[in-house]
C-alpha cells in the first residue's frame, strides 16, 4: 500500500471497492431466483426447483470460504475477489446459454457461482482489517454487508424489467457483462489495496484446515461462527419463507407480499448501519448481537401469530424490524471476528468462520420446509426460527469470554 495515499482515503476506497464487489455477487446469487418462473419451464423445470439451486450455490460457498486464506495470502484479497466476480459472471453466462436437455447442468454451474460467491466476504474483510480504524470496524464492516440486501433488491427490481425486453436469456447475459466491468474497475484498488504477493508455496490439507481449526480452538471465535450459522440459518429462512406465509397464510397478494419483503430488506440495510455505529460507539459489539437476536426472537413470535385481520400498516413495521434485527447482524459479527483473528490473518479466520456460518444457510431452509411439511403451517416454521434467534441470545448473554470490547 503506498504511503503517499492518506490513510482515510485507502480505507474509502477499500470500503468502495469491497461494497461494489458484494453488491454485484449478490445480484448474480439472487437473480436465477428471481428469474425461476421465467427460466424453468424453459429448461423443462419447476420453478421450486430454485431451491436446490440456492443449496447447492451455498454449499459451494462453504468450500470457497474455507479455502480461501491461502488464495489471499498468494493473490491479494482485491485480485482473489476480481476471479470471484468473473467466476459468479460466468456461471451467469452459462445459465443463459443452457439448452433444455441440459438443465442439470445447473447442479455443476450452482456449485460453481457458490465456490466464486463464497471468498468474497473473507477477502473483504482481508482489505478492511488492514485499512479501516479501530474505532469504526463495526460501521464499515457493516456498510460494506450493506451490500448483500442491496444486490438482492437489484435483482428484484431490475431483473423481471431486464427480462421483459431482453428475454431472460438477455437479462443473465447483461449480468454477466456487469460483473466483468466490475472486475475491470476493480484493478486500480487492486494496485493500491493489495500487498506484493508471489504466488509460490503449494496448498496442503493442514493449510486449509488450520484456520478452522483455530476458530474451534479459541472460544471466542467458535460463538460467533456458531452465532453465525444460527443467526444465518434463521436469515434465509425468513427471506426464503415470508412472501409464501404471507401470501398463503394471510391471504395477502402476491405484490403486497413482495412489498413486505422488500420492506425487510430495506430494514436489513438499514439496521446493519445502525448497529455497526452503535457496537462502535459503545464498543460492546456482542451485547449488540444479543439485543439482535432477542428482538429477532419476539419479532419471530410475533409473526407467528399474525392473522389476516392485523392491519397490514403493522405487519410492515413489523417485518421491517424482522429484517432489521434478523438480517441486520453481519457486519457486527464479520468486524468482531477480524478484530480477534491474531495479526494479518482476518481472511483466514473470517473464511473459516464463514464455512460454518454458510452450513446456516444450507440447513436453515430445508429444516423450515420439514417443519412446515410436518405441521402443515409456515407458523411452525417461524416459531422455530424465533426459539433459534433466542436461544443464540440466552448464550450470548450467559457466556461472556475475556475479550477486549465485550
Known sequence: ????????????????????????????????????????????????????????????????????????????????????VVVCATAIAAVALLPQAAAPLLIGIAFFMGVGYGPITPASSDV????????????????????????????????????????????LAAVAVVGLAVAIAAQPSQRLLDAPHRATGQFSLAGILGPLAMVMRVPALRELSFLGLAFAAVQISLTSFLVLFLHQTLNWSLISSGLALTCATVGAMSGRILWGLIADRTGSPRKVLAALGTAACLCGLALSLSTPQWPTPVLLALVGVYGATAIGWNGVQLAEIARLAPAKTAGAITGASGFVTFAGVVIGPPAFAALTAVSGSYRAGFTAAALVSGLAATLLYLHRPRTRGN
Request: aromatic residues 6%; hydrophobic residues 60%; positive net charge.
Open 1 to 84: 500500500m503506498s504511503a503517499a495515499v492518506p490513510r482515510r482515503a485507502t480505507a474509502l476506497r477499500a470500503l468502495g471497492a469491497t461494497l461494489a464487489i458484494q453488491i454485484f455477487v449478490s445480484l448474480a446469487a439472487a437473480t436465477p431466483a428471481v428469474l425461476a418462473p421465467a427460466l424453468a419451464p424453459d429448461l423443462g423445470l419447476t420453478p421450486q426447483w430454485i431451491g436446490v439451486f440456492v443449496g447447492l450455490l451455498y454449499a459451494g460457498a462453504m468450500l470457497g470460504s474455507l479455502v480461501c486464506g491461502g488464495l489471499i495470502a498468494r493473490w491479494g484479497a482485491i485480485r482473489l475477489s476480481q476471479v470471484c
Open 128 to 171: 478492511l482489517a488492514r485499512t479501516t480504524p479501530p474505532a469504526q470496524m463495526a460501521l464499515t464492516f457493516s456498510l460494506k454487508q450493506t451490500g448483500v440486501p442491496a444486490g438482492t433488491a437489484l435483482a428484484g427490481a431490475l431483473m423481471p424489467a431486464a427480462a421483459l425486453a431482453l428475454g431472460w436469456r438477455g437479462a
